[in-house]
């Protein structure tokens, strides 16, 4: 009778502690979407908030307003909201314009798995290194006004280029068409 009592016993605590390590991995899975949708949503205030100010300073006729102000503000403006939203937000790229954009091992790994899953039909919309806890989504050459600093010698703003060059001696982020991965988001918590 004291072996059954302690079989039941035993099966009873068994049972309980699966059904609270079922819980305990519910709450995660239900805190990394939620972490999800606050890194997605940071973002793209940061995407906005880049591209809305960049857009203020586009003049129809001469990019280098706009390309002096991404040359001298852009990377600030990333920074505060980062700190603002408590996350450190990169752009970076294999093919960086500015060296501090420059891809580490893992950035170049979630390059090409976005690249690879594009080039199969359907650009995933994110990557998430575990070991690093660094998320990452794609960014994608969407508007034909970037053509104007990002597309090839013939697309390209001289005049635009030339202020680049003057900041970035040693850009490589050209000769890109509308719908190529330009880079990736890198998000991580601070």
């Known amino acids: 009778m004291k072996t059954w009592t302690l079989t039941i016993a035993a099966l009873f ?3 309980c502690s699966s059904n609270a390590e079922d819980k305990n991995a519910e709450r995660f899975y239900l805190d990394l979407e939620q972490e999800e949708q606050q890194i997605q949503d940071a973002i793209l205030s940061t995407q906005q908030l880049l591209i809305g100010t960049l857009m ?3 003049d129809s006729v001469d990019m280098t307003r706009a390309v002096r102000f991404c040359a001298e503000h852009a990377q600030h403006l990333t920074d505060s909201i980062s700190k603002e939203l408590g996350y450190t937000i990169r752009r970076v790229s294999p093919k960086n314009r500015n060296p501090k954009n420059e891809v580490s091992k893992t ?3 979630a390059f090409n798995y976005f690249q690879k899953t ?3 039909g359907q650009m995933a919309g994110s990557f998430f290194d575990e070991l690093n806890q660094v998320y990452y989504t794609p960014i994608v050459l969407g508007m034909p006004l970037c053509l104007s600093c990002h597309g090839s010698a013939e697309t390209r703003s001289t005049t635009a280029y030339e202020v680049i060059h003057e900041y970035y001696p040693t850009d490589k982020a050209i000769d890109y068409t509308l719908g190529d991965l330009r880079g990736v988001w ?4 601070k």
């Not at 890198?186 to 918590?189: F, N």
């Open 107 to 109: 950035d170049f790994d």
């Open 13 to 15: 605590l068994l049972a």
């Open 186 to 189: 890198r998000v991580s918590k």
């Open 118 to 120: 594009k080039e199969e």
């Open 56 to 58: 203020s300073h586009v």
